[in-house]
């Protein structure tokens, strides 16, 4: 999986992609200067939670920093009809 991952890393900045990695891989860490380190030794399983609300805070303080409303992103559009 991490062989995947870094493939895809790779193909991202390639591509010009300005990335954040989380991770507590040592290899992706030193591969890429903007990184956020995960604890070490978290199951598999429980991973994507741990990787997740670091992820969401990160991204909502982006958007607060550029100026966006993150309640109100940008071609949400919700129409409920009741009759």
Known sequence: MRAIQLELLTRLRAAGADLLVLSDDESMLTAYPRHLRLPAGIPAWLAPVVAIV????????????????PAAPRGLRKVTRTQ
């Open 54 to 69: 670091p992820a969401q805070l990160f991204c909502y303080h982006l958007a607060l920093a550029r100026g966006l409303n």
